[in-house]
């Protein structure tokens, strides 16, 4: 079964609308970290956060905002007034235990913002 | 140069070809990845060194022969590929083997193209 899994594929809004990444995970370690990654057209992985189980505070960088709920094992990703440098691929991902190597990642939400 | 760079950035080869892509970090980790990215599949991880030391293997053909001489440098040989080995390479670093689980950072990745 998918650890990550990000059920939406494709995402389009105009520009200055809001829009929220859903990124669900699953895991039976108490101990794990989640993580947002963007992904430009260029390609490389551009690292945006790090949350770990243990820390369910949400947190607002300028116009990004994550929810952490682990009730729902959900990690949301918001952007807000959304831009046209926002459109790219965003990916979620799960590492278990407090050394883990592996990282599971989501297929990844290819978000466009519209002009 | 800063980050974690990767060469070459496109390769086209045929299936009968040997090529290598190499991997550098500048960011003073012990731990580097190879990815695989296809289309609509999430990450693959394929390799992971830890002080220059394979720890896991996630059953990668061996048309496919990772090497890791030192800390900073990661290589990815490849032989007799199909058409199906047709992806983007991503090279990854961290400073695994310590609490907390360190972030992964990301090189801009290899297009690879097998014909």
């Known amino acids: 079964a998918q650890k990550v899994t990000q059920a939406q594929t494709e995402i389009s809004v105009v520009e200055k609308e809001d829009v929220t990444l859903d990124c669900v995970y699953e895991t039976r370690d108490t101990t794990y970290y989640l993580f947002w990654y963007k992904q430009p057209p260029s390609g490389e992985l551009v690292f945006l956060i790090r949350r770990n189980s243990f820390d369910e505070q949400n947190e607002i960088s300028g116009r990004y905002s994550w929810n952490f709920q682990k009730s729902t094992s959900s990690f949301n990703f918001t952007i807000t007034a959304s831009q046209v440098v926002d459109s790219a691929v965003y990916f979620c991902?799960?590492?278990?235990?407090?050394?883990?190597?592996?990282?599971?990642f989501g297929t990844g939400t290819s978000l466009t913002v519209i002009p | 140069e800063t980050g974690v760079t990767q060469t070459p950035r496109h390769l086209v080869m045929g299936m009968t070809n040997k090529k290598s892509l190499k991997c550098e970090q500048h960011l003073g980790h012990n731990a580097m990845y190879w990815y695989k990215q296809s289309a609509k599949k999430p990450l693959e991880l394929m390799f992971v060194y830890s002080l220059e030391e394979r720890v896991e293997n996630n059953s990668v053909p061996s048309r496919f022969s990772p090497e890791c001489p030192n800390s900073s440098h990661l290589f990815l040989h490849l032989h007799t590929l199909q058409p199906e080995d047709s992806a983007l390479y991503l090279c990854?670093?961290?400073?695994?083997?310590?609490?907390?689980?360190?972030?992964?950072?990301f090189g801009p990745g290899t297009r690879l193209t097998v014909l």
């Open positions: 990854a670093s961290s400073q695994a083997g310590r609490a907390p689980t360190d972030t992964q950072y």
């Open positions: 991902a799960l590492s278990e235990g407090i050394t883990g190597n592996q990282f599971y």
